[in-house]
């Protein structure tokens, strides 16, 4: 599993942002998805995740209501759609394939991690 997160960038605060997570080697479409973020000086923490088949959606409390996580098998790729940011979100955002088909919120239910991509938010 090779995984590749993109889409990251600056955004004013109250912005919106849509990451994707692809998988360029087609490995883990019977897998669950996560996104993971890291602010600075800060440990890395559970965003989201879905199910190997789109039928079960985890949010964090502080995301919830604001992003949304979906899946397209046919082109095996995990978008993370961002709403309302507030600067508090800043930080790198990684997508992360998981053991089984229904991951969770811990990060040693995932066993490949992507390269992470930066999110910015400020006023």
């Known amino acids: 599993v090779q995984l590749q997160a993109s889409g990251g960038g600056w955004v004013p605060t109250g912005g919106s942002l849509s990451l994707s997570c692809a998988d360029s080697r087609r490995t883990f479409s019977n897998n669950g998805v996560g996104w993971f973020r890291q602010a600075p000086g800060k440990e890395r923490e559970f965003v989201a995740s879905?199910?190997?088949?789109?039928?079960?959606?985890n949010y964090a409390d502080s995301v919830k209501g604001r992003f949304a996580i979906s899946r397209d098998r046919a082109k095996n790729t995990v978008r993370l759609q961002m709403n309302s940011l507030k600067p508090e979100d800043t930080a790198i955002y990684y997508c992360?394939?998981?053991?089984?088909?229904?991951?969770?919120?811990?990060?040693?239910?995932?066993?490949?991690w992507g390269q992470g991509t930066q999110v910015t938010v400020s006023s």
């Open positions: 992360a394939a998981g053991r089984s088909a229904v991951s969770g919120t811990t990060q040693s239910g995932y066993s490949y």
């Open positions: 879905i199910s190997w088949n789109g039928a079960y959606r």
